[in-house]
């Protein structure tokens, strides 16, 4: 948790440049979750509400062993510090846990989410991207995920 503070310190102190309200960007990725000890997909979209502010909704889904389903909803506000190629961001948000055992039993918690995340455009094309988050959520788990993947940039000016 001290990293996460001071890599959060760090990206207050860099310079924010604005991103174009109205961008949609659909997200699919890989992710992996440290307290699940497991890999699984992240699939979702974001839009950019105002010049450095998203909003991004995700489902989270992991691969684990036969007796335990485990998935997660997310909506995420999303603040860019840096804009251009290589773009930035911090997020807060609420994510709901789902947790189903074999015989039936479900469990699903609400809670809250905290990360960071960068989103590189490649210099090929100016509306694919790749993109990595770090992201801890607090219900059931309490865990950090890590994912990675890639999106393509609509509405771009």
Do not use: C, W
């Amino acid at each position: 948790m001290r990293y996460l503070a001071i890599i959060l310190f760090i990206l207050l102190f860099s310079q924010v440049e604005a991103q174009t309200i109205g961008d949609f960007r659909p997200i699919a990725a890989l992710t992996y979750g440290f307290k699940v000890e497991g890999i699984g997909i992240n699939i979702g979209a974001e839009y950019l509400a105002l010049d450095n502010f998203g909003i991004a909704g995700t489902y989270e889904h992991f691969f684990t062993d036969n007796t335990v389903t485990f998935n997660s909803y997310h909506v995420d506000g999303r603040y860019y510090f840096r804009g251009g190629q290589l773009q930035y961001y911090g997020l807060i948000g609420y994510v709901r846990n789902n947790v189903q055992f074999r015989n039936r039993e479900k469990t699903s918690k609400g809670g809250v989410n905290l990360g960071i995340g960068t989103v590189y455009r490649l210099s090929f094309s100016d509306r694919i991207a790749l993109f990595g988050q770090l992201r801890y959520s607090t219900p059931n788990q309490s865990q950090f995920a890590a994912f990675g993947g890639i999106t393509y940039l609509l509405n771009l000016k």
